[in-house]
């Protein structure tokens, strides 16, 4: 069984790892890569197959492979489709309030792992004035990427930014309709990334999750590989990595600022996260 390697796929220009390619799909054995892959299916038809299940997908359908996923395509019809494939650690996302969609953190914060154990990969479908949007952007980030001409990384992120953020309220107005783990656990750390700065109960994050707390538990370490509270504090620490990186309040300020009570336990948890005290990564970080 194949494995896409990344050294491979972005060979071409590994400090700028997304891709975005225009194929006339045919028949591929079953592979997986080491990124993330985006399938947006533009015309025709053909049979796609996981590790999970295999069903038809036609013009309008949006697939997201996730890391180290597995899928091959079984028939195509003249099936034309964009691969969208990328690490998104490496790309200079900011996400600014992407994080308030559920649908958002449903597609890309939750792990392998989520989908493995849950046994599915994203899938919906988009169709008219939603389809016809996509439709353009996929052709300006085409254009890009056949041009290459200089700043054309600049606006090959600008169109990206702007395709996740209409296919994550696309997805997170499909996940209102249907009762999937995968939105559940995307609204949950929505509630958190918005709320982070205040103080959050474990039984706030349940009530939210509108499971019991037993597979709520289960299907969050699932989706993030640590426990709620330990998301949480992740959270407050990636926040004032920020703050210290971009602002000169104190050390207690930014520990209040974030979330945290107790500066001192703050300075705990940020050296247990980061391997350097608060103020050795301010100096480290800062010119």
């Given at each position: ?113 989520h989908f493995d154990k849950n046994r599915f990969y994203p899938k919906f479908r988009i169709e008219g004035n939603d389809f016809a949007r996509i439709k353009r952007i996929l052709d300006e980030m085409k254009d890009e990427t056949i041009n290459v001409i ?24 499909n996940l209102n309709k249907i009762n999937e783990p995968s939105f559940k656990i995307g609204k949950v750390l929505s509630y958190i990334k918005s709320n982070f700065r205040q103080p959050i109960k474990l039984d706030k994050l349940i009530e939210n999750s ?78």
């Amino acid at each position: 069984m194949q494995t896409k390697q990344v050294e491979i796929v972005f060979r071409h220009d590994l400090d700028f790892p997304l891709r975005v390619c225009y194929e006339n799909q045919n028949v591929t054995p079953m592979h997986s890569h080491q990124f993330t892959e985006i399938v947006i299916i533009i015309s025709g038809r053909g049979i796609h197959e996981t590790k999970f299940s295999k069903y038809e997908i036609i013009g309008g359908d949006v697939l997201v492979v996730p890391e180290n996923g597995y899928h091959r395509y079984v028939e195509t019809d003249s099936l034309v489709l964009v691969n969208l494939v990328f690490k998104h650690e490496n790309l200079p996302i900011p996400l600014i309030d992407l994080y308030k969609l559920p649908g958002f953190n449903a597609l890309f914060s939750i792990s392998s792992e989520h989908f493995d154990k849950n046994r599915f990969y994203p899938k919906f479908r988009i169709e008219g004035n939603d389809f016809a949007r996509i439709k353009r952007i996929l052709d300006e980030m085409k254009d890009e990427t056949i041009n290459v001409i200089p700043g054309y990384r600049c606006c090959l992120m600008g169109y990206f930014m702007v395709l996740i953020s209409n296919l994550s309220r696309l997805y997170t107005e499909n996940l209102n309709k249907i009762n999937e783990p995968s939105f559940k656990i995307g609204k949950v750390l929505s509630y958190i990334k918005s709320n982070f700065r205040q103080p959050i109960k474990l039984d706030k994050l349940i009530e939210n999750s509108g499971m019991s707390r037993s597979t709520f538990m289960r299907k969050f370490n699932q989706a993030t590989g640590i426990s709620p509270v330990n998301y949480l504090i992740q959270t407050r620490i990636n926040e004032a990595c920020s703050l210290l990186r971009q602002s000169e309040m104190n050390i207690s300020e930014i520990a209040f600022k974030v979330g945290f009570n107790d500066s001192n336990y703050f300075s705990r948890q940020f050296y247990k996260s980061v391997k350097l005290s608060p103020s050795q990564f301010r100096k480290k970080n800062t010119v």
